[in-house]
């Protein structure tokens, strides 16, 4: 067991001073273009077997730490949040106190899945006009880089709620791998470094530029032991006082004042902060093949359509095509165009909007959705469907979603599972450094519209203490009462995609999960098909032309984490070749 342990104390600044990393190697930096999380490089994983625990997370620090969590006896809950405390450091493009969360667990004492919702919210200020100018839709970068577009954090108060209900070791202990890491100091790793080099929004902030960049105004070259002393400090007193040390007092007066600092500010307030509440939510669940899969719902777009894409090709003959063949990636999708049309139309946050959940997942839905499907010629652009009991049909509206979010999986020793997808949106969120984390950008998830051409109110358009819509896919599969996979992906809109992928992958296709996770991603968001850069599936552009498909080729760059059991009981755990991730057990 010991030798998955996190290296802690002497080993641990033992590792820092060698510049050691451990097994699964950083993946090297590829050229960033189409977006800034693409790496044009894949590094190749192998997948790990325990017999006790798995993690799987985005960073090998933050997986480390939770192994070594579960090898003191933590539960899955417990290591989940010390992986989250790590990726704040080490992967501060992506995650981190300063967003939000959505979080699916599996209790092995009942048995029940439970899902907690720390999705950020719109300010009590907020108005269906904050994204607009002469009634137009402001330029996205520049929503984004601005106080405007940062919303109430909210993933600890669902890690706080997580580990109330779950949680086996004392919440203090659990920060204690990223206060020491943020106080020694890690290596910057090629991907971070590479985002550094390539955002010209993030030197433009005072805190940030003084922090990732320097005196040079140079990013940190690859290698460099960074220091966080201030993140250090803030995770100490939220250790020792709990969530309320972010919520109020002087870690609250900083966010707010840093927000109405911004040359565009905001309007997040003390009121919004202290008032924030993370919500359980009963999960979005359906039957497939010998698997209940369940994730989290809505204002999570993300199960909700996974489920549906799955519900749909349980109608086609993909499970005996050929996983990379174009007759699969045309099932597919068509399968995604239908599922991401309902998504566009009918989800937003179900306090503000009525969400057919039910209806959508309606097995004779699915059936006459899939039917629409043509086996010679792509449908184009889908409709939006009519499912039973939905509400008069709301505008459609689209919320950018760039992929800059992290994925943590976990089963422990009990049989305890979650899995938790968490963002701070963009690129470094706001850009907004604060006490040495960074905040959110997520309320340009919000369609920046209120109405549709018609006239028609927009489901996720902004109000006042709503939640935007997201697509996080947090997801675990059941047999026989034990989890048998623990799944999900960043990836903004298209994670959507890459996890309903990697579900065909295993249970369609029998792949194992590495390989299901390492397939060229093909898919459709309702507009073009897209095909996976550099990868196989380039070939494919081809013959899905000649079905009608528009073709787009691109960087798609997932991130998924997976632990899987296997028939004889031993755990599995895969991390995407396209990140840094890593999977350890014991």
Same mark, same amino acid.
């Given at each position: 067991m010991t030798t998955f342990r996190c290296a802690m104390g002497r080993r641990f600044a033992a590792l820092l001073v060698g510049g050691l990393f451990c097994a699964g190697a950083l993946a090297a930096a590829g050229h960033e273009h189409l977006n800034p999380e693409a790496a044009s490089g894949r590094m190749a994983r192998a997948a790990a077997y325990a017999s006790h625990y798995m993690a799987s997370t985005a960073n090998p620090w933050a997986t480390r730490a939770a192994a070594d969590i579960l090898a003191r006896g933590g539960a899955a809950a417990d290591a989940a949040i010390a992986a989250q405390m790590v990726l704040n450091l080490v992967e501060p493009q992506s995650s981190g106190i300063g967003g939000g969360a959505f979080i699916v667990a599996f209790d092995p004492r009942d048995g029940g899945v439970l899902t907690y919702d720390g999705r950020e919210t719109a300010p009590a200020a907020a108005r269906a006009g904050r994204f607009l100018r002469a009634g137009e839709p402001m330029d996205f970068h520049e929503a984004v880089n601005s106080g405007r577009s940062v919303g109430v954090p909210g993933v600890l108060r669902a890690l706080w709620r997580l580990h109330q209900a779950q949680g086996r070791l004392p919440w203090a202990e659990l920060f204690q791998p990223a206060i020491h890491l943020a106080r020694a100091g890690f290596p910057v790793s090629p991907r971070l470094h590479a985002l550094l080099a390539g955002d010209r929004d993030l030197p433009r902030q005072a805190a940030a530029a003084r922090y990732f960049y320097g005196p040079d105004g140079r990013p940190?070259?690859?290698?460099?032991?960074?220091?966080?002393?201030?993140?250090?400090?803030?995770?100490?007193?939220?250790?020792?006082?709990?969530?309320?040390?972010?919520?109020?007092?002087?870690?609250?007066?900083?966010?707010?004042?840093?927000?109405? %600092?911004?040359?565009?500010?905001?309007?997040?307030?003390?009121?919004?902060?202290?008032?924030?509440? %993370?919500?359980?939510?009963? =999960?979005?669940?359906?039957?497939?093949?010998?698997?209940?899969?369940?994730?989290?719902?809505?204002?999570?777009?993300? =199960?909700?359509?996974?489920?549906?894409?799955?519900?749909?090709?349980?109608?086609?003959?993909?499970?005996?095509?050929?996983? +990379?063949?174009?007759?699969?990636?045309?099932?597919?999708?068509?399968?995604?165009?239908?599922?991401?049309?309902?998504r566009d139309a009918y989800v937003a946050d179900p306090a503000f909007v009525e969400v057919p959940v039910a209806g959508m997942l309606d097995p004779a839905y699915l059936a006459a959705r899939a039917a629409l499907i043509r086996p010679g010629r792509s449908m184009g652009r889908a409709e939006a469907g009519v499912p039973p009991a939905a509400p008069p049909r709301p505008g459609a509206g689209r919320g950018l979603e760039p992929p800059s979010t992290t994925q943590v999986s976990i089963i422990d020793a009990w049989g305890g599972a979650v899995s938790?997808?968490?963002?701070?949106?963009?690129?470094?969120?706001?850009?907004?450094?604060?006490?040495?984390?960074?905040?959110?950008?997520?309320?340009?998830?919000?369609?920046?519209?209120?109405?549709?051409?018609?006239?028609?109110?927009?489901?996720?358009?902004?109000?006042?203490?709503?939640?935007?819509?997201?697509?996080?896919?947090?997801?675990?599969?059941?047999?026989?009462?034990?989890?048998?996979? %623990?799944?999900?992906? =960043?990836?903004?809109?298209?994670?959507?995609?890459?996890?309903?992928?990697?579900?065909?992958?295993?249970?369609?296709?029998?792949?194992?999960?590495?390989?299901?996770?390492?397939?060229?991603?093909?898919?459709?968001?309702?507009? %073009?098909?897209?095909? +996976?850069?550099?990868?196989?599936?380039?070939?494919?552009?081809?013959?899905?032309?000649?079905?009608?498909?528009?073709?787009?080729?691109?960087?798609?760059?997932?991130?998924?984490?997976?632990?899987?059991?296997?028939?004889?009981?031993?755990?599995?755990?895969?991390?995407? =070749?396209?990140? +840094?991730?890593?999977?350890?057990?014991?």
């Open positions: 940190w070259p690859v290698g460099h032991v960074l220091r966080n002393p201030a993140l250090a400090d803030t995770l100490a007193r939220i250790a020792r006082e709990g969530p309320d040390a972010f919520y109020e007092g002087p870690i609250a007066r900083d966010i707010v004042a840093a927000v109405a %600092a911004h040359p565009v500010p905001g309007d997040l307030s003390l009121e919004d902060l202290r008032d924030y509440r %993370a919500l359980e939510r009963a =999960p979005v669940c359906m039957p497939y093949r010998v698997y209940r899969l369940c994730g989290a719902p809505p204002p999570s777009s993300g =199960p909700l359509a996974v489920l549906q894409i799955l519900g749909i090709l349980a109608h086609t003959p993909i499970a005996r095509a050929a996983p +990379e063949s174009p007759q699969a990636a045309h099932w597919f999708a068509e399968a995604g165009r239908l599922a991401y049309a309902d938790m997808t968490s963002s701070i949106e963009g690129a470094f969120g706001s850009k907004l450094l604060v006490r040495g984390f960074l905040l959110n950008n997520q309320l340009t998830d919000f369609s920046f519209l209120a109405q549709d051409a018609r006239g028609r109110p927009i489901a996720n358009r902004v109000e006042a203490g709503k939640r935007p819509r997201s697509s996080m896919a947090p997801m675990l599969a059941l047999r026989d009462g034990r989890v048998a996979l %623990a799944i999900g992906s =960043p990836g903004g809109s298209a994670i959507i995609n890459y996890v309903a992928q990697t579900l065909v992958g295993v249970f369609d296709w029998g792949l194992g999960l590495q390989q299901a996770i390492d397939l060229p991603h093909v898919g459709s968001r309702n507009q %073009a098909t897209e095909l +996976e850069a550099g990868t196989p599936a380039e070939a494919l552009a081809g013959p899905l032309r000649a079905l009608g498909h528009e073709v787009r080729v691109g960087e798609f760059p997932s991130g998924l984490q997976g632990v899987q059991r296997l028939p004889d009981g031993r755990l599995l755990g895969a991390a995407d =070749p396209r990140r +840094e991730g890593l999977a350890l057990g014991g």
